[in-house]
């Protein structure tokens, strides 16, 4: 199970590691210190007690998970729901803390380069053609079978 002698990382660890060991993102200490389980310490002495919290946290966020994976579909913010879930387990285990972390660096990655200048510009000039050849086939098709209104569709 997660507790801090097989997963977390403490602040001594976490200080005593050079700046290299942190990670190419350059996490600092803080950061690293978060991994493990955040139970409440009269929970982690207990090792009955701190495996149920674990399956009550899993319980909890595999809930959350599946009720933003039926959200995909359907009306509703699904990702978002899954990230909720996934940041319920990442309360308790380490390999979600590593998901999530990686997570937050590809979403950080992906927002600079969507304003380098040269990636917005193709952006733009892309959703302008695509604009222009929407229009040119909706001005066809008006051209070819005319402008029928809904209620008269039928008739």
Sequence with gaps: MNTESDGGV???DAAAAP???RGAAGETAEVEE????RAPHFIKRSRPLHLSWQVGIFVVGLAVVVG??????LPGPGWLVIFAGMAIWAT??????LVLRWTKRKVTEAAQKALDPKVRRRNIIL???GAVIIVALLAV?????GFVPPWHAGA
């Design 10 to 12: 403490g602040v001594a």
């Design 19 to 21: 700046a290299a060991e």
């Design 127 to 129: 959703t302008s053609v």
């Design 68 to 73: 933003g994976v039926i959200m995909l579909p």
């Design 92 to 97: 308790e285990f380490v390999w979600a803390q």
């Design 141 to 145: 098709y008006l051209w070819k079978f």
């Design 34 to 37: 978060r991994l493990g389980s």
